[in-house]
């Protein structure tokens, strides 16, 4: 049903794909183009020009399929007391929204695989990535827990709507770091030095930069391993608050809809 | 036009008591765009670590770019987001019809009416940020330079706006054009990279149908070079052209406009 929903208006749908898509990779071209130029090198740090192109397709990609598509469901359901039928519906809340954002989640996980294909068989993988069937399964691993810890992640900001009128910009806040702290914006190999062991203790590293590195093929099996030890850990953090603010905000919710 | 400031200071005063009545999602937006500002300003310390100039300009006048186009967003979010946000739903529900009967441009009200208040604090930070970077550049700063300067960023300004009608009047025949406008605001990424970066028919593309990298880069580029008639001939034009074509584009939306629920 939410696949039906999202393909609906395909026009919208293709468009916003392309024009996110096109006007990223776009930006990111110019800019390094002209920096690698400037410079007159061949690598910024491990990257080639080629091969900071694929990290800036891939990373966008993922983090759409990460960050999936409805943003501000779960607390426009609060803020209008339409939350009221699913406490009576005999499922949980909480899988219901799984469920429906996991289906964001497929159709941007077929869009990534579709343009990561082109570019492989267009332009070529370059040589300092080293993709392989197993480095794509270990991707799409970490790809399937980040969508999982994101969803926790925004779900639980939105459930502040309990307390507050309007919640959308704490969400917002969390997409503007995760596309900075995440690796949407940059590589974090481009970070300072001092930062990386900082930036890989937060979440937001493991939304986007670590599934697109593993897809990559630029971590070993025990980074690999590490790294889901990680998320893993942090999407059980993030699971236990959730449950703790929808278990006190529910004593909060009047129902009534503002 | 003594009739008109006086209007928008009536809009002024409602949009703060309105804002008032939701003090947390006030305090959430004004932290929201610190985020905003904050990322923006740390991806280019980060860009410079990798490279001594981009697009002509060193760290220090990068970062009174950052300032410019920083400033543009906030005098965006301050002054016309939420209307322009608005103004698809009010032509699909007929609510235009209540601008269109009163003695007052319409297009005044739609565009200006709601002054996002919260937004205006992160305005004044961005007036901050500008001058902070600008007091850090070493080289020399005249009034003059100043002055153009700021009349450069309000044109640059109006074209962001021109644009973004441009995104919305279709409306009037679509219906639907959410698509257009999220293309806009993936466009505006444009606008945030200096604009000597971009070459070739793309740039041909973003300095004249898609003005994009004129809006914060020429300001920029009116402050540090000596000043160049063709290049503020260049913008004029452009500036002028989206007007008239915003303007024949509007009037002709609004003789396909009917009323509620078009």
Known sequence: ?258 | MWRYLTLYGYCLRFSFSRAMEFRVDFCFRIVMDVFFYFIDIVFFRIIYLHTTTLGGWDENQAMVFVGCFLLLDALDMTVLANNLYQLPQSINRGDLDYHLIRPVSPLFMLSLRDFAANSFVNLLMAFGILGYFLSRYTGPITPGGLILLAGSLCMGFLLRYLMRMLTIIPVFWWHRGQGLQMMFWHMTRFIERPDRIYTGAVRVLLTTVLPFALMASVPVRFFFEPFDPGLFLHVSAVLAAFIVVVAVFWRAGLRAYSSASS
């Open chain 1, 1 to 258: 049903m939410e696949i039906r929903k999202v393909l609906s208006y395909r026009m919208d749908f293709w468009s916003q794909f392309l024009g996110s898509l096109l006007a990223q990779f776009g930006v990111a071209w110019f800019l390094w183009q002209a920096i690698y130029t400037t410079r007159g090198v061949d690598h910024v740090g491990a990257f080639s020009f080629t091969g900071m192109m694929l990290y800036y397709l891939a990373a966008p990609l993922a983090a759409r399929m990460v960050q999936g598509g409805e943003m501000g469901d779960i607390s426009e359901e609060i803020y209008n007391g339409t939350l009221t039928r699913y406490l009576v519906y005999p499922v949980s809340f909480f899988r219901y929204k799984l469920a429906a954002a996991t289906a964001y989640v497929c159709i941007f996980a077929a869009q990534f695989a579709l343009v990561m294909t082109l570019f492989a068989f267009t332009i070529g993988i370059p040589s300092e990535f080293s993709l392989s069937p197993a480095s794509v399964a270990g991707g799409l691993a970490c790809l399937l827990v980040a969508a999982y810890l994101n969803f926790v992640l925004v779900a639980t900001l939105e459930l502040i709507a309990f307390w507050a009128d309007n919640v959308w910009s704490l969400v917002v806040i969390m997409r503007f770091l995760t596309s900075l702290l995440g690796g949407a914006m940059l590589p974090l190999a481009l970070f300072p030095d001092w930062a990386h062991a900082l930036l890989y203790r937060m979440p937001f590293a493991y939304l986007i930069a670590f599934p697109v590195e593993t897809l990559l093929g630029l971590t070993s099996p025990a980074r690999w391993v590490s790294g889901m030890l990680v998320v893993t850990a942090w999407a059980v953090v993030c699971t236990l608050l959730y449950r703790l603010v929808w278990e006190r905000g529910q004593h909060q919710y009047s129902g009534v809809g503002i």
